[in-house]
């Protein structure tokens, strides 16, 4: 079902106050063949960051074909990227930019 009711704020003023600091990050990384019902992990390194810092978001350069991804931070100065192939078959996306954006609010 599409959305019915859409807004959006454009420009700098979305998370004002909301964190104390942001990051973005981008990471190559070539997860290779996964299985039907399997995971791969790969890491970026992002100086600064720390447990309890939020992965806001995550993008890739190609088409993820149906691949659940998700991001965290995982570890002082490292998000973690995580891919979930429940296609029903193998998939190999080959090698994309990942990039990630990550706050740690103020609070």
Do not use: C, H, Y
């Amino acid at each position: 079902m599409a959305a019915t009711s859409v807004s959006s704020v454009r420009g700098k003023q979305q998370f004002q106050g909301m964190f104390n600091e942001m990051w973005t990050a981008k990471g190559t990384i070539d997860f290779g063949e996964v299985a039907d019902g399997d995971e791969a992990v790969d890491t970026i390194a992002v100086p600064g960051v720390a447990l309890g810092d939020i992965v806001l978001g995550i993008s890739a350069s190609i088409d993820v074909a149906d691949i659940a991804v998700t991001a965290a931070v995982t570890a002082a100065n490292e998000v973690t990227v995580q891919v979930i192939n429940t296609t029903g078959g193998a998939v190999d996306l080959g090698s994309a930019v990942f990039r990630v954006v990550v706050g740690r609010l103020n609070i």
